[in-house]
């Protein structure tokens, strides 16, 4: 069964600095792999996603993620954190067309 | 503007009422979805709809209905509410099964 597992709950950096947030996935197959990001009370926002074309992914807002078959891995991450970055991330796999499987979530607090 | 509209995106119920959540996309988009989000776990799907006229149910189901009558709206009935469903429910349409637009979310308290 394809799943995915956010290995931090909660990352804190300061402004300026990289941000780092790890899943690591389990799939049968080459999956479909998405990044969304929840500020409070809003919805959910696609950062980037995976589906096989090249490896490294670029996505909005300066975020990227790479895919890493043998390390079974799409870490997000971005080079200096802006205040605005701060919020809830999802790592995501696509199991159907009609399923997408959900990380716990990564809470993001950048600090000034 | 196009995309999700969610309608109520509050609403605190008593034990044992009734309610529907409406959700309504412009995109023309052929998938819905309804998710709750609890925390710590992420969205889990409840119920879907790949077309007009058809529902599946997802992997929470139970304690819930949906319908979809017309393609662009996907509603999520609750007819008999209990505390557990208590809950952010997020409505989502993709055209191609793989990017999805979500709303805003409902936030809802059954007490």
Excluded at chain 1, 88 to 108: D, I
Aim: glycine share 8%.
């Amino acid at each position: 069964a394809q799943s995915v597992t956010q290995l931090d709950s909660h990352v804190s950096v300061s402004e300026g600095t990289p941000v780092l947030l790890r899943c690591n996935y389990s799939s049968s197959y080459s999956p479909s792999l998405f990044w969304y990001v929840q500020h409070p009370n809003k919805g959910l926002q696609l950062l980037l996603k995976y589906t096989s074309a090249a490896t490294l992914v670029k996505g909005i807002n300066g975020f990227e993620a790479e895919f890493k078959k043998s390390e079974t891995s799409f870490h997000l991450t971005k080079p200096s954190a802006h205040m605005s970055d701060a919020a809830e991330y999802f790592c995501v796999v696509s199991v159907n067309v009609y399923k997408l499987s959900f990380g716990a979530g990564t809470t993001v607090t950048v600090r000034a | 503007n196009a995309g999700v509209t969610q309608t109520p995106k509050f609403r605190v119920l008593k034990t044992g009422q009734s309610m529907t959540l409406l959700c309504a996309q412009d995109m023309n988009h052929e998938y819905m979805y309804w998710y709750r989000q609890d925390p710590g776990m992420g969205l889990r799907l409840i119920h879907y709809s790949v077309g007009e006229g058809t529902t599946a149910k997802g992997e929470v189901p139970d304690g819930y209905n949906v319908s979809r009558l017309k393609k662009q709206n996907f509603l999520l009935g609750l007819e008999s509410a209990a505390p557990s469903q208590t809950s952010v429910y997020f409505c989502a349409s993709s055209f191609d099964g793989y990017g999805y637009t979500f709303g805003s979310g409902t936030r809802l308290t059954v007490v």
